[in-house]
């Protein structure tokens, strides 16, 4: 169906939420969502989402268009540029495959689409494993005696994934240009 044209690798060495930006057209942040830039008869239609707030805005050289609220993996605005039919659909392909495309539509023809792939590099070191494994076990141990509580036990575990998540591994996110 696409074909990739151009291949982007971003990272966000932060780790902070900053805006990442792909080229002058997509820019990504875990905190202030995707923002898509398209070109369309000296016309420019941008779209915003937000994947905290749900909130998604299509804007025609600044004016908006298209508005909604949506926390589904897929969304789809249907507006009108210059007297055509123009749509911009978003797709997330599941939580596990980390897949993003936006693709840009007018008269049901293809302008430009874009897939953003989120991952992660860096690895976690063997003694680091070793050390997880023993933390995990001690808190089993202390939850099975009933030391302490289901909810700190859970609680503990969460932490220490999140700590050795944050220190080692480092988010990218990979931009592709789209064509048919």
Known sequence: ??????????????????????????????????????????????????????????????EIVSESKNYRFQSCHEFRVDNKTAKIKLQAKGLTKNITTCEFLVADKVVKAYQLTYG???????????????IAAAIGWFYASQVISSWLAFGGALLLVALVLFKFEKPVWTCEELTQ
């Open 120 to 134: 992660t590099q860096g690895k976690v070191p063997l003694m680091l494993h070793v050390l997880i494994a023993v």
């Open 1 to 62: 169906m696409f074909k990739i044209t151009k291949n982007i690798v971003l990272k966000n060495i932060t780790g902070q939420g900053n805006m990442v930006t792909a080229n002058e057209n997509v820019q990504v942040s875990a905190s202030k969502g995707m923002h898509f830039k398209f070109y369309f008869n000296n016309k420019q239609i941008t779209y915003d989402c937000s994947p905290v707030s749900g909130k998604e805005i299509v804007k025609i050289d600044g």
